[in-house]
Nanobody, 126 residues
């Protein structure tokens, strides 16, 4: 499966962005998905994940209540709606996917993701 992230940009603090991750090659409904980010000089951080059929989600404490992950399997796309953005949200955002199979399977932060897309830059100015 191949992943393509898009939707990054420059936004002022308090603003919003929506990232999209397009999955191709196989049906998205077989794959859990996650969003990670990496700021300059910092380790990569997983911010959210969603199960293959969208029945469960998980968020890091740093984004809980501000970010919402969702998916549209008919469109083979996973989204990350980011509201109330802060300068510390700045970084390169990556989408990733891991095979779950045909049945709904819960996913949690830290679960292994085997497939990665290229990143999209998010910059939040103060």
């Amino acid at each position: 499966v191949q992943l393509q992230a898009s939707g990054g940009g420059l936004v002022q603090a308090g603003g919003s962005l929506r990232l999209s991750c397009s999955l191709s090659g196989e049906s998205a409904e077989y794959y859990a998905a996650a969003w990670f980010r990496q700021a300059p000089g910092k380790e990569r951080e997983e911010v959210s994940c969603i199960s293959n059929k969208g029945g469960n989600t998980d968020y890091s404490d740093s984004v809980k209540g501000r970010f919402t992950i969702s998916r549209d399997n008919a469109q083979n796309t996973v989204y990350l709606q980011m509201n109330s953005l802060k300068p510390e949200d700045t970084g390169v955002y990556y989408c990733a996917a891991g095979y779950s199979g045909g049945r709904e399977r819960a996913v949690y932060l830290g679960d292994v993701m085997d497939y990665w897309g290229q990143g999209t830059q998010v910059t939040v100015s103060s």
